[in-house]
């Protein structure tokens, strides 16, 4: 059967972290099947089910450590850029008690822990990040007014919002007001709704660009714990997403770790079904 009428067949696994749903392949695979065109076999695949495609290769052995290349395409075909919730679904699908993965540009070294899964992330890879100042966003509607917000540059663009409370705000016209802004984002953005500070917690809510509502963003949750560090937050956080936590560390040498859950839904092997899977499309 050609993989055009099913596609699952390549597939190797299906996973979540903290609600962030998606569908994982092995590039070898898609190659040895003819799929060359990798964002028309994530739009196939991920139809409105799933929030984006994982793809992984082979272990590369050019740095002093091995490493598994990683990317991550939304539903709608377009690059995903880094996908830190993504990677901790894959950290679960290699094995193992820790390792390193090579997305976007950027290597992030992850290790399981009591959480689920840690990554880390190098201070020195924080280096070009930049929270800007404060700028006005207004909408229309019931909860028409103006708010503050913030662009965030952190591997994806991000444009936070400060509300009183994001689950009832309008998320949807949020989103389109900040991607009006192409002279502050030219290439799309993530929109997170961010609770006013407190002690140690932040409540969230994202529009991830390429895919809409999505029940977490792990670099969503980073750019919201840059922006509260850089106003005097303490060096913990906790972001409270629809789909769970995340919690973020500063380290005094400028690293950044962030643990929460993840789960291998399903995945192919010996005795093991798609049968979960295949129901879904």
């Known amino acids: 059967m050609s993989w055009h009428r ?10 979540e972290g903290l609600g962030n749903r998606f569908v994982i392949a092995h590039e070898a695979a898609l190659q040895a099947a003819g799929v ?5 076999f994530a739009r196939q695949v991920c139809a409105e089910k799933w929030d984006g495609l994982l793809l ?11 490493e598994i290349p990683a ?6 075909g377009s690059d995903g850029g880094v996908c830190l919730n993504g990677l901790r679904v894959l950290a679960l699908l290699v094995g193992g008690h820790s ?10 070294r992850w290790r399981r822990c009591e959480r689920g899964v840690e990554l880390e992330i190098a201070q020195h890879d924080l280096g070009a990040c930049a929270v800007s100042q404060p700028f006005a966003l207004t909408i229309a509607g019931a909860n028409a007014g103006g708010r503050s917000a913030r662009a965030v540059a952190f591997w994806n663009p991000h444009c936070l919002i400060e509300v009183a409370e994001p689950q009832v705000e309008n998320l949807g016209a949020w989103a389109a007001a900040a991607r009006a ?3 502050l984002f030219p290439h799309g953005v993530n929109v997170e709704l961010v609770s006013r500070p407190e002690s140690g917690v932040r409540h969230m809510r994202v529009d ?46 400028g690293s950044i770790r962030l643990s929460g859950a993840a789960q291998v839904i399903c995945r192919t092997g010996p005795g093991q079904s798609f049968d979960r899977l295949r129901k879904s499309f």
């Open 36 to 40: 060359h065109d990798h964002s028309a």
């Open 56 to 66: 992984f290769g082979a272990c590369l052995r050019d740095h002093d450590e091995a």
């Open 6 to 15: 099913d596609p699952v067949s390549l597939l190797v696994a299906a996973g």
């Open 181 to 183: 802004r192409s002279d």
């Open 71 to 76: 990317t991550v395409i939304n539903r709608d």
């Open 99 to 108: 390792g390193v993965f090579f997305m976007g540009g950027h290597r992030v």
């Open 208 to 253: 991830e660009r390429g895919v809409g509502e999505t029940a977490a963003c792990g670099s969503g949750a980073v750019a919201v714990a840059m922006a509260a560090w850089e106003a005097g937050a303490g060096p913990s956080l906790q972001i409270i997403q629809r789909g769970g936590d995340l919690l973020l560390e500063r380290f005094p040498g």
